[in-house]
């Protein structure tokens, strides 16, 4: 799914109004009464009250249609037009006639008292914002979030005070528990810094045509359902272990042989035809008893340190289809130098997670080594060590975009919506997971995942997004029958199967 800008949502808009073509007082009908139906459905037929808040813009205008929609169903509707703006837009003027017993609010001191507990409706700002809110319509949003504990705040297509496409983090915002959102996300809705502020997201369709969304070109996608089908493939029946690659999965220390046992198992689980797991000497039982199925070759040191000091086996390097490196490897000055070692025998796309990103980002002269294509899956920590700190996340999201541009690597920035950079400028954010994958050991199975899909062929950009998408509607899938908060990183691993069977439908 694409992401717009405003400006893009804006030509959507025109575009639609002309080619479909339909009136723009229609659309916004169009845009209003499916805000109407949703809040029916959700809140039923006995409501409490509605209180609406409509701002002099099309965003204003919408909040006017609602109010009339829901007032000809028959529900209790307050609604006031708060002059924030000298003149109103001209289907927002349109529609007021047709909601007569509309109130006005020209200062802070005329916002009304709100008894009964209700359903505030935040039609003030939309994607028309151009500057922060300030004065007394900044008073407006406080009275508002001051009293979002007493009544549920739904928001008219973004919560006003928000940017679509910048930070607006240090200005006045309400605080939604509901964002009903006009066909596309916004990019905004998609960065931590906005997560406390949109609530719930339901992306509603108002007809927006079809001809502009295919041709509109944007850097920003959701991964989808139907984005995942195009990259996922079902296997060949002639295959055979051969043909899904031997993997190498280069993780654990001692103390931290959990991360190598996690890694392995899930690379094993996302279908890799052999998987070698590369751990200290004292992890060897460990291994070999709880995965089996895994080869297992060792080195003597506590930590990975001599791995390709061998002739012979520097000489092997090349003959694994995949190789995934960093859970719990920690970062002693051997396993840097083996690490740096492993760069220049290795030349495929590899995964690099946890401990080999804190080395590289200890020397950040290796960055350079990486091989092209590569992915990096650092969380916000580790992308910090790795790049430095930025003072807000649209700003880190900028540094995401031109680091795996310059470097030429894949770069996925954990959390929820993990972004992920790839090197042709395009993100792409993942929507599966959830709070319940907050726990120890949930990115080993990343690494896991995403080096088992490389070894079975995937190219690195399929590998990352299908990754992605599996790791976390298997922890969705784990969440739904196990709660969240008992869901541990294992789990996800054993629900990869049950997130398979869903990407193949
Ligand atoms: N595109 C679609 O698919 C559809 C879009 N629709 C709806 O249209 C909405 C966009 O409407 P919009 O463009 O009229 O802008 P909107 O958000 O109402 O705000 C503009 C007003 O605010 C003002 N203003 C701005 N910043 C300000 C500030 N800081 N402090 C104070 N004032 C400020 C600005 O006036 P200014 O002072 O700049 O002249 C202007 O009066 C969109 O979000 C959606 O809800 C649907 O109806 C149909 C389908
Ligand atoms: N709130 C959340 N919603 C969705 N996914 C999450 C959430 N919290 C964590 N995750 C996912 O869980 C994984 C955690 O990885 P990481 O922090 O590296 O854990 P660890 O280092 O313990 O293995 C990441 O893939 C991240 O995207
Ligand atoms: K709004």
Not at 175 to 184: D, G, Q, S
Request: charged residues 20%; aromatic residues 8%; hydrophobic residues 40%.
């Amino acid at each position: 799914m694409k992401i717009l800008s405003a400006q893009q949502v804006r030509e959507a808009d025109a575009y639609t109004i002309q080619h479909e073509p339909v009136s723009s007082v229609l659309l916004m009908e169009r845009a209003a009464s499916e805000c109407a139906g949703w809040m029916v459905h959700t809140f039923g037929e006995t409501p409490p009250p509605y209180y609406i808040f409509c701002g002099m813009g099309n965003n204003g205008g919408d909040g006017l249609v609602i109010a009339r929609k829901l007032q000809e169903q028959g529900f209790a509707v307050q609604a006031w037009l708060v002059h924030t703006s000298g003149n109103a837009s001209a289907d927002n003027a349109a529609n007021q006639p047709y909601y007569p017993e509309l109130r006005h609010i020209h200062e802070l001191a005329e916002f009304p008292e709100m008894e009964e507990p209700g359903i505030i409706v935040d039609a003030l700002f939309g994607t028309g914002l151009n500057r922060p809110v300030e004065g007394w319509a900044a008073g407006v949003i406080h009275k508002i979030n001051d009293q979002r504990h007493k009544h549920t705040v739904v928001s008219v297509d973004m919560p006003s005070g928000m940017m679509a496409d910048s930070s607006s983090v240090q200005f006045p915002c309400v605080h939604a528990r509901y964002t009903l959102t006009f066909e596309f996300y916004k990019l905004a809705f998609l960065l931590p810094e906005n997560g406390e502020r949109t609530g719930q997201v339901e992306v509603l369709k108002i007809g927006i045509h079809p001809a502009f969304t295919a041709q509109v070109q944007t850097e920003y996608h959701l991964t989808d359902p139907a984005v995942i089908h195009t990259i996922y493939r079902p296997r060949n029946a002639f295959s055979h272990k051969g043909t899904y690659g031997h993997a190498l999965m280069i993780a654990g220390s001692y103390g931290k042989m959990g991360a190598a046992l996690l890694a392995t198992r899930a690379c094993l689980k996302a279908g890799a035809g052999l998987v070698t797991a590369h751990i200290p000497r004292c992890g060897y039982e460990i291994l070999q008893t709880a995965v089996p199925e895994a080869m297992c070759n060792t080195e003597e040191s506590a930590h990975y340190s001599s791995h390709f000091d061998e002739p012979f086996r520097l000489h092997q390097a090349p003959d694994y289809a995949a190789i995934g490196i960093g859970p719990g490897i920690g970062t002693e000055n051997a396993t840097a130098k083996a690490l740096e070692r492993l760069l220049l025998a290795y030349r495929k796309p590899m995964v690099l997670d946890a401990d080999a990103l804190n080395i590289v980002g200890k020397y950040p002269a290796l960055l350079a080594e990486i091989p092209e294509d590569s992915i990096l899956t650092p969380h916000p920590k580790e992308f910090e060590r790795l790049f430095g700190a930025t003072g807000d996340h649209f700003e880190r999201l900028e540094l995401l975009t031109r680091k795996a541009r310059e470097l030429k690597l894949y770069v996925l920035l954990k959390g929820k919506y993990s972004a992920m950079a790839c090197p042709d400028g395009a993100v792409y954010f993942n929507p599966t997971g959830n709070p319940g994958m907050a726990t120890a050991g949930a990115g080993d199975v990343l690494t896991g995942i995403l080096t088992g899909l490389l070894s079975q062929g995937y190219t690195p950009k399929a590998a990352l997004l299908l990754g992605a998408w599996l790791h976390g509607l298997a922890g969705d899938l784990a969440a739904d029958d196990l709660s969240e908060e008992a869901l541990t990183a294992e789990d996800i691993v054993h629900y990869l199967g049950q997130a398979y069977l869903r990407t193949r439908q």
